[in-house]
């Protein structure tokens, strides 16, 4: 796999969509609709948060992806998503190019997870996302892949309880917790966490990443080098 640089027109390749901790999948529909609406064929990736393993979830991802038999593969993942798809690259080297946007996942870890998960038998709500990284242990990212990161900064989420969470941040996660060294482009917009899947500009900021490899920065979006 190799990272190529060059236009793509919407529909050229299938958009996987993941979806983060605690959520069924459903969530994603109303993004799911708006790529479509711009061209993108898409399919929501449903995994299990908390029932079986890290390895499990991997298995699922790999026969999904194997059904869509497409030489390039994009994915758009919310929140954990993003770090399950960490452990996919990493394990799976030969997966299929395409380009990947992460919305609000905590590549360096999460201060919000970090606090729960110091709470003793509350920690049991971060499911498998302990095994996937949220304690800020992913496996590397490739820059092989092209990665376009989008953070949030309308606080407004479980962070707003949490001592130490920077700012700015989603609410749940800090901007600055969703950088990674190796990404293409990156991008913050005035959306809370679950925003990022709800929001109309968060859409089209995807379709251009994906069509691309950046994103469009405009007056409301602000790209921190």
Not at 51 to 80: K, M, N, Y
Not at 132 to 138: K, Q
Request: charged share 20%; with cysteine.
């Amino acid at each position: 796999m190799t990272n190529e640089r060059k236009d793509e027109a919407p529909g050229s390749a299938p958009v996987l969509l993941l979806h983060g901790l605690w959520m069924p999948g459903l969530e994603m529909s109303l993004l799911q609709h708006r790529l479509e609406g711009r061209g993108w064929h898409c399919r929501r990736f449903t995994y299990t948060t908390f029932q079986g393993s890290v390895d499990d979830s991997l298995d699922a991802l790999d026969a999904v992806v194997a059904e869509l038999d497409a030489p390039r593969v994009h994915f758009v993942a919310h929140s954990l998503g993003g770090l399950l798809l960490r452990h996919y690259f990493s394990d799976r080297p030969d997966a299929p190019a395409g380009r990947v946007v992460t919305l609000g996942t905590p590549h360096t870890g999460s201060k919000v997870a970090q606090v729960l998960n110091g709470l003793g038998p509350l920690g049991w709500v971060l499911g498998n996302g302990r095994r996937m990284g949220l304690m800020g242990d992913a496996p590397a990212w490739s820059p092989e892949r092209d990665l376009g990161v989008i953070a949030g900064t309308m606080s407004m989420g479980l962070g707003m309880v949490v001592p130490g969470l920077d700012s700015p941040n989603d609410g749940t996660v800090a901007a600055a917790e969703t950088r990674c060294p190796e990404m293409a482009d990156y991008l913050e917009l005035p959306v809370s966490h679950m925003g990022l899947v709800l929001s109309e500009q968060v859409a089209e900021a995807i379709s251009a990443f994906l069509a691309s490899g950046c994103f469009p920065h405009g007056p409301d979006a602000k790209e921190r080098g």
